[in-house]
């Protein structure tokens, strides 16, 4: 019977040291906006923004890397902890290189956390005139 408490505990403890390791980055961080529309935008030229958060944990949180999927998108992480219940920002410089509808995201990853935070960012990209 010993055994068996044993290893239900054992079993226990990996299980829950697995969840921990698996947080998403959600958990930890409040978007002001889960999406952001940039509105219409001249293609070729640079466009900059920020994308807003809150820590909505009790220790400070390091943002160790933030990323997109294309060249288009540069995103530009804060370089100190965010404290408990303050706020941080991540800069985005996109550059449309032609005319189109915008439909991009933006890659949040947070130290101590295994899934990063996804936001997303719309809009149109127009002709210069």
């Given at each position: 019977m010993m055994k068996k408490i044993s290893l239900?505990?054992?079993l226990l403890f990996v299980l829950s040291i697995s969840v921990?390791?698996?947080q998403s980055a959600d958990s930890a961080i409040k978007m002001v906006s889960e999406k952001y529309d940039?509105?219409?935008i001249p293609a070729g030229e640079a466009y900059t923004f920020?994308?807003?958060f809150v820590n909505k944990t009790k220790k400070p949180i390091v943002v160790k890397h933030v990323?997109?999927?294309c060249g288009c998108t540069v995103p530009e992480k804060p370089t100190e902890p965010i404290l408990p219940g303050?706020?941080?920002k991540i800069k985005v410089v996109y550059t449309p290189a032609s005319?189109?509808?915008i439909n991009k995201d933006v890659e949040i990853y947070l130290a101590g956390y295994q899934e990063p935070k996804i936001v997303y960012f719309t809009g149109e990209a127009v002709?210069?005139?």
């Open positions: 239900f505990l054992s921990v390791s698996a940039v509105g219409k920020f994308m807003e990323g997109a999927g303050k706020s941080g005319p189109s509808p002709a210069k005139k």
